[in-house]
């Protein structure tokens, strides 16, 4: 158990809907990161939020976005659905930035778009 | 080229064998980790390090930074020990922590 929790388990969406995938952090992880992990890859870095705020990005399109709230939660939307979408989406906290820092994962949410 | 590369990415194993698992890297790094990863999704990290050599219980973790290379191993590895084990390296500078993974290699420990 890392203490990271994530929903929903699975979702299905049909192409062109928009999705909201949730993280709750452990308490005191001021710093959450999102990946996607298509089927057969490693995970590629969606964004990286630190005390509310982004800061970083990877290569992914305006639509997908993030919020990060003071109760150690944050949301990952997607907007415009796309076929190539459909991954599992982890989330990962810590409690800072720093190199030292170990990074704690979610069990993530499987988004299967239709 | 992926920037992290692994190897095999498939390895199969009879119970009680040896395991190696192989990870190399392009880019300069300030720390490197081996995770697990379990059908169904969920990822645990195993190790991370920046330097030397890493145990804990039948896992080994070593890197070497001039060389670019870092190997995980199992010692008397278990059917428990099946699972995707995972190299995810993180760079130099930039204000995220952001890992940069390799693609995996599932292991399965045959019994």
């Known amino acids: 158990e890392t203490g990271v929790t994530q929903s929903p388990t699975h979702l299905i969406k049909t192409r062109g809907q928009q999705v909201t995938l949730r993280c709750s952090s452990q308490?005191?992880?001021?710093?959450v990161s999102w990946y996607q992990q298509a089927l057969g890859q490693g995970p590629q870095f969606i964004f990286q939020y630190y005390r509310e705020e982004e800061n970083g990005r990877g290569n992914f399109p305006p639509r997908f976005s993030g919020l990060q709230f003071p109760n150690y939660s944050s949301e990952l939307n997607v907007n415009a659905l796309e076929l190539d979408d459909s991954a599992l989406y982890l989330c990962?906290?810590?409690?800072?930035?720093?190199?030292?820092?170990?990074?704690?994962f979610g069990p993530g949410t499987r988004l299967t778009v239709t | 080229k992926n920037e992290v590369e692994q190897s095999p990415q498939n390895l199969t194993a009879q119970e009680g064998e040896f395991i190696t698992i192989n990870c190399s890297y392009s880019?300069?790094?300030?720390?490197l980790h081996w995770l697990q990863q379990h059908p169904g999704g969920g990822i645990v990290s195993l190790f991370m390090l920046s330097s030397g050599k890493k145990k804990h219980g039948r896992l080994i973790a070593t890197i070497n930074i001039q060389e670019k290379h870092s190997s995980l191993h199992i010692t008397a590895s278990h059917p428990r020990d099946s699972a995707v084990y995972i190299c995810a390296v993180r760079g130099y500078g930039g204000a995220t922590n952001k890992l940069i993974f390799g693609t995996g290699t599932l292991l399965a420990v045959q019994p």
């Open positions: 990962a906290s810590s409690v800072g930035t720093g190199i030292s820092y170990e990074q704690y």
């Open positions: 880019v300069g790094i300030s720390a």
């Open positions: 308490s005191g992880h001021n710093t």
